[in-house]
């Protein structure tokens, strides 16, 4: 034999007869084929390899919305009311009340200090903080709290209230700290 002739070798298959051919893969039997490569004319007919690969891109479109368009399909949700200054100062208010009813002093007075900054003008924000500094112990500034009710309001619901409040001795009395000098 000489160097350049290759000896016959025995067609063995995979599980070790001889005489069977190996089989070759077809044209479309590429494992390293893209699925966006474009299909081979054997493997077109055969069927569509867009619905069978995971990467293809057929059908998203109907999964992801275009672009600028914010999911139609679904209702919105309108946004939150942003609330003007003099509603958050009523609604604070209205807190204030419940907690006066409730005699939650502590609650009501930061309630009503609350609406105080928001609606100054309130005669019955003084008439709650008053209230609220009554029962705290803190008699000079519900004396300076019904007073103030009194300028804005005199004859008003509370009016009468604070005026009562005011004869108490322990309120008349009632000496508010002066700032030091």
């Known amino acids: 034999m000489t160097t350049n002739e290759v000896p016959d070798q025995p067609n063995v298959s995979h599980d070790g007869t001889q005489g069977a051919s190996l089989p070759l893969p077809g044209e479309d039997s590429d494992p390293v084929r893209s699925p966006d490569d474009p299909q081979p004319a054997a493997a077109a007919g055969a069927q569509d390899q867009d619905e069978d690969s995971s990467s293809s891109l057929k059908g998203l479109d109907k999964l992801l919305p275009a672009p600028g368009d914010d999911q139609p399909d679904r209702k919105r949700k309108p946004a939150a009311k942003q609330l003007t200054q003099q509603e958050v100062g009523a609604k604070d208010l209205e807190v204030g009340l419940y907690y006066i009813q409730t005699k939650n002093w502590k609650a009501a007075l930061s309630r009503f200090e609350s609406a105080m900054v928001l609606d100054p003008e309130n005669p019955q924000v003084y008439w709650g903080m008053a209230e609220a500094q009554r029962h705290t112990g ?44």
Do not use: F
């Open 138 to 181: 803190d008699l000079a500034g519900a004396k300076a709290n019904y007073l103030k009710l009194l300028d804005y309001d005199p004859d008003g619901p509370h009016g009468k209230e604070a005026r009562k409040a005011l004869k108490d001795p322990a309120i008349a009395n009632a000496q508010s700290v002066a700032a030091p000098k």
